[in-house]
């Protein structure tokens, strides 16, 4: 974290202003790799984590658990709590997709998943528009097209490849009206694979999001989860392998989706584990004590 007019470090300062050439300066120009300083109450000294994703607190404005005054994060001493640690002047780091109106389409997203799928705490703090719903479901319908309609493609494929479109009752090759109904309900599963599995996702938002309300102290809204799990879709391309892919996304899937819930709500791993696992098993219980009835 440097000053833009003469280069001198700013870390530890009780304002914002520089020392050496006496330029002001905002902390809320810089970003900061998440977990790497903390923020100084500039009345008390009272410190604070960046929680969002730019590594700044989240809000910016609040009241000072300890003294109770005003405080304005741009004002904020910055003490670095990990050697190395640095603050970038300019725009925060982005995921990949969201630049895409310049890079295309593919590669970003491409990117973007690789990112997400080995490294997805890293994934969620880059993210900058944690609200918003357009880029996060044009990146969940790229990957549902992905992983389940290019996926179910392939595995078709290979089925009819081996085996056919199945046989008759007598070990016969169907005739021609049952395999061309057998070909349309694939072809039908195949293009309904994608809105299917948007309406999955905002439903299961919504289930999380009541999880996330029992169990999370800091929470954005209901259109932050369905970001959360959108981009939870990362591991897209797992999909494509024949017959076992579905077996490895689902899990694959699930992992990055707490780690969005984690970090976008601010809230611990444990506690998004308990968002995502504890309103599904009580709808789950819900259902069967049902069925008994």
Same mark, same amino acid.
């Given at each position: 974290m440097q000053c833009q007019s003469c280069g001198y470090a700013l870390f530890g300062l009780p304002e914002p202003r520089c020392p050496e050439c006496n330029t002001p300066f905002d902390v809320l120009a810089y970003t900061f790799e998440p977990g790497t300083v903390q923020f100084g109450c500039p009345h008390c000294g009272q410190r604070y984590e960046g929680n969002d994703p730019r590594g700044l607190p989240d809000p910016t404005a609040f009241e000072c658990v300890k003294c109770h005054q005003a405080v304005d994060a741009s004002a904020m001493c910055v003490l670095p709590v990990v050697d190395g640690a640095r603050g970038v002047h300019g725009p925060a780091l982005r995921l990949p997709w969201e630049g895409r109106q310049e890079d295309g389409l593919i590669r970003p997203w491409l990117a973007t998943c690789r990112l997400g799928m080995f490294s997805p705490m890293r994934y969620y703090r880059h993210l900058r528009d944690v609200d918003d719903l357009g880029k996060a *479901?044009?990146?969940?319908?790229?990957?549902?097209?992905?992983?389940?309609?290019?996926?179910?493609?392939?595995?078709?494929?290979?089925?009819?490849?081996?085996?056919?479109?199945?046989?008759?009752?007598?070990?016969?090759?169907?005739?021609?009206?049952?395999?061309?109904?057998?070909?349309?309900?694939?072809?039908?599963?195949?293009?309904?694979?994608?809105?299917?599995?948007?309406?999955v996702l905002f439903i299961?938002?919504?289930?999380?999001?009541?999880?996330?309300?029992?169990?999370?102290?800091?929470?954005?809204?209901?259109?932050?989860?369905?970001?959360?799990?959108?981009?939870?879709?990362?591991?897209?391309?797992?999909?494509?392998?024949?017959?076992?892919?579905?077996?490895?996304?689902?899990?694959?899937?699930? *992992?990055?989706?707490?780690?969005?819930?984690?970090?976008?709500?601010?809230?611990?791993?444990?506690?998004?584990?308990?968002?995502?696992?504890?309103?599904?098993?009580?709808?789950?219980?819900?259902?069967?004590?049902?069925?008994?009835?």
């Open positions: *479901i044009g990146f969940a319908a790229l990957s549902a097209a992905v992983a389940g309609a290019l996926g179910t493609l392939i595995t078709a494929a290979i089925s009819f490849a081996f085996e056919g479109l199945g046989t008759g009752p007598d070990g016969t090759p169907p005739p021609g009206k049952l395999a061309a109904l057998q070909l349309g309900l694939q072809s039908l599963n195949i293009l309904l694979s994608v809105p299917v599995e948007l309406i299961f938002a919504g289930i999380v999001h009541l999880g996330v309300m029992m169990f999370a102290r800091q929470r954005r809204g209901y259109a932050c989860t369905v970001v959360a799990l959108a981009y939870a879709m990362c591991p897209a391309m797992v999909g494509l392998i024949p017959f076992v892919g579905g077996y490895v996304y689902l899990p694959w899937r699930l *992992i990055v989706g707490v780690a969005g819930v984690a970090v976008l709500h601010r809230t611990s791993t444990v506690r998004a584990v308990a968002a995502c696992v504890v309103p599904v098993a009580i709808l789950g219980l819900v259902i069967i004590a049902l069925k008994q009835l």
